[in-house]
């Protein structure tokens, strides 16, 4: 009985030796960096104090040295967001780095979103299970005011309705809240006397997926006095659209 219940703590001791030494090897930061952006998403409301600038982070968890990591950056804004560099850069200890983005005076935004795509080039120094991309959305924070009650006529659903017309106090832009559905605003803005809007869900799906306000025919648009005609593709993510109509709003 005593050599059976040696064995066994024999065998219990190498057991917990070895995980120990796997468990080492799993969690060992070896000489990468171990990268990860805290978020997959980062959504900035400018607001004049940011002094034209926004500024994300990317964290390490191997604070040893100084180093270096570069990223690869995907500029959906058309230029109008400028980095600094095209890496984020680790003082020797510190376990967090920055980058930052610079844009035109505030004055000059609308409403409209921005996008800018963030990825760690290099695959090897990113973390087990970390964020190795990042997608940046930035946008004028407006304070939006109630222009009263319009009327909003859909060709596509064949249908019409009272609708909330609300204007940015801060520059030409529109929204609609909860157009045709609840909790999914069309919004536009108005720029030299012409209607402009984004690509933007309208809160309609389908069974393949959300379907989106797409502005291809963003030209036909058209006001006259306080009818404003909207020309909508009506087209799902991957680019594929159901048809387009005329959507016409009658403003308050």
């Not at 850069?89 to 409209?112: I, S």
């Not at 959305?137 to 939006?144: D, G, M, N, S, V």
Request: charged letters at 25%; glycine letters at 8%.
């Amino acid at each position: 009985m005593k050599k059976i219940i040696l064995l066994t703590g024999v065998i219990a001791v190498l057991f917990m030796a070895s995980s120990c030494q796997q468990e080492g090897v799993k969690y060992a930061l070896g000489d990468k960096a171990e990268v990860s952006f805290p978020s997959t998403l980062v959504n900035f409301s400018m607001v004049a104090a940011d002094n034209n600038q926004i500024t994300v982070e990317l964290w390490r968890g191997n604070t040893k040295g100084a180093v270096s990591i570069p990223v690869t950056i995907t500029d959906k804004t058309g230029g109008v967001f400028t980095p600094e560099k095209a890496q984020f850069d680790f003082a020797e200890g510190e376990n967090k780095a920055y980058l930052t983005f610079t844009y035109p005076d505030l004055t000059q935004f609308g409403g409209e979103k921005y996008k800018i795509e963030l990825l760690v080039t290099d695959d090897s120094q990113v973390s087990p299970n970390g964020n190795k991309k990042m997608e940046i959305t930035a946008q004028r924070k407006l304070t939006f005011k109630s222009l009263g009650i319009g009327t909003f006529t859909s060709e596509w659903f064949e249908e019409s309705w009272p609708q909330e017309v609300q204007k940015a106090e801060e520059a030409d832009y529109y929204r609609l809240p909860d157009c045709y559905y609840k909790g999914y605003p069309i919004e536009f803005s108005i720029v030299e006397g012409k209607i402009r809007y984004a690509l933007q869900p309208s809160g309609w799906t389908t069974s393949l997926g959300m379907v989106f306000w797409d502005p291809r025919y963003i030209d036909e648009c058209e006001i006259v006095e306080k009818t404003y005609t909207f020309v909508v593709r009506w087209a799902i993510s991957d680019g594929r659209a159901y048809g387009s109509s005329y959507e016409v709003l009658e403003m308050p």
